[in-house]
């Protein structure tokens, strides 16, 4: 049994690795050749100065993501995709706030995309996906804390070594609904060089260095929202915006495992409580329309943050 029980889980995940190689082989998902399974993360951002009245404390950032995907294949021009993560931020510091005020702050995300991907002939085709978000401070968890969202995109491959997707993508957020013009790129620019990302929520201009080692820049930036659940602000909600701009390092470890370093800046960064009643009419990206809404806490300067991420990577 101790000799066959290692030999069948590795039969296993060979069946399910395949699967899923020519599930993403059939679609052209991913022109890169390969896709991130799974990632797991850890993020710690520098200790950083608070503004007035609290300007000589410091605020330490701390987060957590994990994600996974699995795309199962229905026919040769049908997909459907599956993507999940799970993140979590946290502010601490030694400061001894207003009951009304979320000391520390601790939230929590789980957002799905789950959907169609359709192509059509001439290198075209859709992706429509349902993408609901679950995000929460963990107390008095329930309904409220569900966020409706979706992301539409045409696809266009202009050549082998590019593809681009348009569209949008829609959240419900706690402080209004939500728009974000997206464009999506796969672009092998040539043997060394590339450019992947759904701009402008996140992307990579990537050099392949060596045939086990890549290197270059990344970005990543989204507004999310936190339902608070503490008897103190229940109802209230944490807004929490960053863009972060990182020089990152990919290694290969063994096999499909990876190890990624990032080290960057952290432009921009707020979390922002509000009352429940204070929302914004409408948002484009960063564009607000009407936001008259005033913070019940303070907020401490963007800085310097480091991540460190595990990635199971499928080549096919």
Same mark, same amino acid.
């Given at each position: 049994?101790?000799i066959l029980?290692?030999?069948?889980?590795f039969?296993t995940m060979?069946?399910i #690795?395949?699967?899923?190689?020519?599930?993403?082989?059939a679609f052209g998902? +991913?022109?890169q050749?390969s896709?991130?399974?799974?990632?797991? %993360?850890?993020?710690?951002g520098?200790?950083? #100065?608070?503004?007035?009245?609290?300007?000589d404390?410091?605020?330490?950032e701390?987060?957590?993501?994990?994600?996974a995907?699995l795309?199962?294949?229905?026919?040769e021009?049908?997909i459907?995709?599956?993507?999940?993560? +799970?993140? #979590?931020f946290r502010?601490?510091?030694?400061?001894?706030m207003?009951s009304?005020i979320a000391?520390?702050?601790n939230?929590h995300?789980?957002?799905l995309?789950t959907g169609?991907?359709q192509?059509f002939?001439?290198?075209?085709?859709i992706?429509?996906?349902?993408?609901?978000?679950?995000m929460?401070d963990f107390?008095?968890?329930g309904?409220?804390n569900?966020?409706?969202?979706?992301i539409?995109? +045409?696809?266009k491959?202009f050549?082998?070594?590019?593809?681009l997707r348009?569209?949008?993508?829609? #959240?419900?957020?706690l402080?209004?609904p939500?728009?974000?013009p997206?464009?999506?790129?796969?672009?092998q620019i040539?043997?060394?060089?590339s450019l992947?990302?759904?701009?402008?929520?996140f992307g990579?201009?990537?050099?392949?260095?060596r045939?086990n080692?890549s290197?270059?820049i %990344?970005?990543f930036?989204?507004i999310?929202s936190?339902?608070?659940g503490h008897?103190d602000y229940?109802?209230d909600?944490?807004?929490?915006?960053s863009i972060?701009l990182?020089w990152?390092?990919r290694?290969?470890?063994s096999?499909?495992?990876?190890l990624e370093g990032r080290?960057g800046?952290?432009?921009?960064?707020?979390y922002?409580?509000?009352t429940?009643d204070q929302?914004v009419p409408?948002?484009?990206s960063?564009?607000k329309?009407?936001?008259?809404r005033?913070a019940?806490?303070?907020?401490f300067?963007p800085?310097?943050?480091?991540?460190?991420?595990l990635? +199971?990577?499928?080549?096919?």
């Open positions: 049994m101790s029980f290692p030999e069948l889980i039969k060979k069946r #690795n395949l699967t899923l190689m020519f599930s993403c082989f998902l +991913y022109a050749g896709i991130d399974l799974l990632t797991i %993360s850890g993020r710690y520098f200790p950083q #100065n608070y503004e007035n009245p609290y300007q404390q410091k605020a330490t701390t987060g957590v993501l994990v994600n995907k795309p199962i294949r229905f026919s021009s049908t459907w995709y599956n993507d999940l993560t +799970y993140t #979590n502010v601490n510091n030694d400061i001894q207003l009304g000391n520390p702050i939230t995300g789980f957002i995309q169609l991907y192509k002939g001439n290198g075209q085709g992706q429509l996906l349902f993408a609901p978000r679950f929460t107390e008095n968890a309904g409220k569900f966020q409706i969202g979706g539409v995109m +045409y696809e491959r050549h082998d070594q590019l593809m348009f569209g949008a993508l829609y #959240n419900q957020e402080g209004g939500f728009i974000v997206i464009v999506y790129s796969d672009w040539n043997s060394k060089w992947v990302g759904m701009w402008p929520i990579k201009l990537k050099y392949q260095a045939e080692f290197t270059g %990344s970005h930036g989204l999310t936190y339902r608070l008897p229940e109802g909600y944490i807004e929490r915006t972060d990182a990152f390092g290694i290969r470890l096999g499909n495992f990876h080290l800046y952290a432009l921009g960064r707020s922002q409580q509000f429940k929302t409408f948002r484009i960063i564009i329309f009407g936001d008259e005033v019940k806490n303070y907020l300067d800085g310097p943050v480091v991540n460190l991420r990635v +199971y990577n499928l080549p096919f």
